[in-house]
């Protein structure tokens, strides 16, 4: 295969300079375009030469100007300055703007001159060599990104899936749990609504109505593992049944530990017993220890429980339901929170309940 030519572009006003120094370039085998200054270079030159060569002293745009406009557009193609005897100041000069290297006039020694036209096209292939070398990485990199962009949306649409199988599981235990108790029955499903209700009331965004609903949604799951037939005894229970109860909180926070995705549901399943004042557990934090979403959840947990039937005691109707909400206010639950459940709870329409007909069916609107 016959090896492409090197393209070096020759500039000097001197027609003698230009026809020598050509012709001893086309002898060493080179392709040669010569014009007379700076102008006729940038008419010429493009991404296919490979050398310069500037004579300093030109009419118009002369050697200086025409490598500062080489510069300023981003042409790497080593530049040549001629530079005749006694204008070695010129050569710095042009070195310092950036010219690979000069030759002196009258051409000499052509050893020298051959020696100096191989190194600066050496340096032309370097550079394109590196430049090849970049576009090629960058292709390499955007290819590479675009594959992991791919699969990262593989593994969120797994993890999304893996996540809501997760909860429905979880949801089918609880609701087993549930149906075992007649007076636990659709206990979950109510304080989830409630607490959807009340997140929506107090402008909480969609991220943390997620948090919110999956928390109320499994607030109670610790009674999975907890032996509760207490409750269905008839009477008040004991301190150890009490006792037995109150565990429920921390157990529940412990089996969705290992869920990651449900950090902070976790935080707000162990604190929903907790109250304002500091005497709930099961930790006693109090006050602004406990975020909104867990105050929520306090609140709307108490309400269903005030209302619901149980066999130590009478279920309380929705007016006296708030009345205790409000007169425990500040000390068991938050203020602010109470003030808006009360006001929302009255407008409450369970043909609009965000679960399915079967929670409408097992829902009893607690009697004014």
């Not at 030519?5 to 026809?19: E, F, G, W």
């Not at 940038?42 to 118009?60: C, H, Q, T, Y």
């Amino acid at each position: 295969m016959e090896k492409k030519k090197t393209k070096i572009i020759i500039a000097d006003d001197d027609p003698m300079v230009r026809n020598t120094v050509s012709k001893i370039l086309e002898m060493f085998g080179h392709e040669v375009t010569t014009v007379v200054d700076g102008s006729g270079v940038f008419e010429r030159v493009d991404d296919s030469f490979d050398v310069i060569i500037l004579d300093i002293n030109m009419p118009g745009m002369d050697g200086f100007a025409t490598i500062n406009e080489l510069n300023r557009r981003n042409f790497d193609i080593p530049v040549l300055f001629l530079t005749g005897a006694g204008s070695m100041d010129y050569a710095v000069k042009a070195i310092n703007l950036g010219a690979y290297d000069f030759l002196t006039k009258p051409i000499e020694d052509l050893d020298i001159f051959n020696v100096k036209i191989r190194r600066a096209i050496e340096k032309r292939m370097y550079v394109l060599k590196e430049r090849q070398y970049k576009e090629s990485l960058e292709d390499d990199v955007r290819e590479k990104t675009m594959m992991l962009e791919k699969q990262n949306k593989l593994l969120f649409r797994y993890s999304e899936n893996l996540e809501k199988a997760t909860v429905q599981m979880m949801s089918s235990m609880q609701n087993a749990m549930e149906e075992k108790d007649y007076y636990t029955a659709g206990h979950t499903m109510r304080v989830t609504e409630y607490a959807v209700l009340l997140g929506k009331a107090m402008d909480i965004d969609e991220e943390n109505q997620l948090v919110l609903r999956r928390a109320a949604q499994f607030h109670d799951i610790g009674k999975l593992v907890i032996d509760l037939s207490c409750i269905q005894k008839p009477g008040k229970l004991t301190e150890d049944e009490w006792k037995l109860i109150r565990k429920h909180p921390s157990v529940g926070a412990n089996i969705v530990k290992p869920l990651k995705f449900m950090e902070r549901e976790q935080f707000i399943i162990r604190h929903h017993h907790e109250r304002m004042d500091g005497k709930g557990y099961p930790a006693g934090i109090q006050g602004e220890q406990l975020d909104q979403l867990t105050k929520i959840l306090i609140v709307v947990d108490s309400y269903d429980a005030m209302t619901s039937k149980r066999n130590y005691r009478k279920n309380l109707n929705m007016d006296e339901a708030l009345q205790e909400l409000h007169v425990c206010s500040g000390t068991q639950f938050d203020k602010e929170t109470v003030e808006v459940f009360s006001k929302t709870i009255v407008d409450f329409n369970p043909a609009e309940s965000i679960f399915s007909k079967e929670y409408q069916d097992n829902y009893t609107l607690p009697e004014k």
